[in-house]
């Protein structure tokens, strides 16, 4: 590109380690709040230090000046071209017994409303919505990004139902991340705050077995959870609602039923301890040499 311009960007190691270097010639515009971050990876040309919205929005008023609104470009163009190039992966419906998460995203896509506010946990339940669940408006899709904040999904599937308290909520979650906030049962019921939490249940912690399994052949470490709890019978011991799913079909009705409660309903989903999300990128990787 000839000009990057990157707003609270802190240009990661998976952006720009490795292989990767910008062409000389391109111009850097980095625009972030806090000043240590400018700098610190790639060099900008141009540093602007303060609030995102506030410069976007001045910014914005003088491009409008300068410029008239296109319904195509280049680069739209270009970006329409690669999804056609690599579409998403594709999966195979091999054991009868477990569901598979791109399947369930995609029914979860069909019948929540266009503006349903989704959130995610951290790990591979995560993966799995970001790849698979299409987001249609700004702000209905609230994840943790990189940050690892294990727990972070249900607190602010409350906090969205807080604000928007007549769309349907709903937690994206792993059997282990959600269990570090578990008791937030307690809040949702107590202060009748109904959201819908959907369980990706493999009873490990699958982003890190997913990595032993890739790097350590299968030798694994400390990533096994066992078979407790039920989290049918957590749920109801705090008062909401608990339901296990075995089929497609139990699941979509779970759903349509779970949107319409005036209490939170946990949905746990069996899916199977060795499933793998793709693609995703090997440590000190970069996101141009993906696997899968």
């Given amino acids: 590109a000839d000009i990057i311009f990157a707003v609270g960007c802190r240009f990661s190691d998976r952006s720009i380690s490795g292989e990767i270097n910008f062409n000389k010639k391109t111009r850097i515009i980095h625009l972030d709040i806090d000043a240590s971050e400018i700098g610190k990876n790639v060099d900008a040309t141009v540093a602007l230090l303060g609030d995102a919205k506030e410069a976007l929005t001045k910014i914005l008023e003088r491009v409008k000046e300068k410029s008239e609104p296109k319904k195509s470009s280049e680069w739209l163009e270009y970006v329409e071209k690669l999804k056609q190039i690599h579409p998403l992966p594709s999966y195979e419906e091999t054991d009868e017994k477990y569901m598979k998460p791109p399947k369930l995203m995609k029914i979860l896509r069909e019948i929540l409303p266009k503006n349903a506010v989704v959130a995610t946990e951290v790990g591979q339940n995560q993966m799995w919505a970001a790849i698979y669940f299409k ?101 109801e011991a705090y008062g909401a609602i608990g339901v296990r799913v075995q089929s497609y079909e139990e699941f979509r009705k779970a759903v349509k039923e779970a949107i319409k409660s005036d209490v939170t309903t946990v949905i746990d989903v069996p899916i199977h301890s060795e499933e793998d999300v793709q693609p995703i990128v090997l440590p000190k990787g970069v996101l141009s040499h993906s696997v899968g």
Avoid: C
């Fill in 135 to 235: 987001t249609y408006f700004p702000r209905t899709f609230i994840t943790s990004g990189g940050l690892g904040t294990m727990g972070f999904g249900f607190p602010a599937a409350l906090g969205a139902k807080v604000g928007k308290p007549d769309v349907p909520v709903v937690d994206i979650a792993g059997d282990g991340s959600f269990i570090m906030n578990e008791h937030e049962l307690a809040t949702s019921v107590e202060e009748k705050i109904p959201v819908t939490v959907i369980i990706l249940d493999n009873r490990v912690l699958g982003m890190v077995a997913q990595w032993q399994r890739i790097i350590y052949r299968g030798r694994y470490s400390q990533v096994h959870l066992g078979s407790s709890p039920d989290f049918v019978k957590l749920a």
